[in-house]
């Protein structure tokens, strides 16, 4: 029962890891995104939203990591 329950998890946080991962604003691209993302992040323009999704992700991700090897260990 518990190892239904942790596999339910694991597809709701697959889940929202694609969520969060297709919200957050991709990089540009070509000459004029390379010349602009370096001054972005030289000056740090990336706030808000994005920097809360950034961490969002992080910890979503490692939660993911966390299920995905409690599952494994579950399977021997």
Do not use: H, P
């Amino acid at each position: 029962m518990l190892k239904v329950i942790a596999t339910v998890v694991y597809v709701l946080i697959s889940l929202l890891l694609i969520a969060v991962v297709i919200l957050q604003s991709g990089k540009s691209a070509g000459l004029s995104g390379a010349i602009g993302g370096g001054a972005e992040s030289l000056f740090g323009k990336k706030k808000g939203l994005d920097e809360w999704l950034a961490k969002v992700t992080v910890w979503v991700a490692a939660c993911f990591a966390g299920v995905s090897l409690l599952l494994v260990v579950w399977q021997k």
